[in-house]
Nanobody, 125 residues
């Protein structure tokens, strides 16, 4: 069974940076595509970024392009989300997700089978 544990959230000011990390265990990491999603209060969960098998391809939602970077480390079995130039609208609970059903980076949450517990990111103005 795959287990995902997020870390790195916190309270920062607008313009600051944060790095989220997701630790993957239970299966062979290289055969999983990984994604980051977020859910703000009163809103639906939305796609943020994803990385495909063997870290070959990435995808981002438009609002974070140029500010966020997703990366995977097959040696450590982790996937990180580097978030720069944070804005108050980035405030949300961020979730890590994993799937072996697709090799490409998927933007659709129903393609993911495993989810972490989430980590809170709060950006003050």
């Amino acid at each position: 069974q795959v287990q995902l544990v997020e870390s790195g959230g916190g309270l920062v000011q607008a313009g600051d940076s944060l790095r989220l990390s997701c630790a993957f265990s239970g299966r062979t990491f290289g055969y999983y595509s990984m994604g980051w999603f977020r859910q703000a209060p009163g809103k639906e969960r939305e796609f943020v970024a994803a990385i495909g098998w063997s870290n070959l391809r990435t995808a981002y939602t438009d609002s974070v392009k140029g500010r966020f970077t997703i990366s995977g480390d097959n040696a450590k079995n982790t996937v990180d989300l580097q978030m720069n130039s944070l804005k108050p609208e980035d405030t949300a609970v961020y979730y890590c997700a994993a799937t072996s059903r697709v090799s490409r980076p998927s933007t659709e949450d129903d393609k993911y089978d495993y989810w972490g517990q989430g980590t809170q990111v709060t950006v003050s103005s």
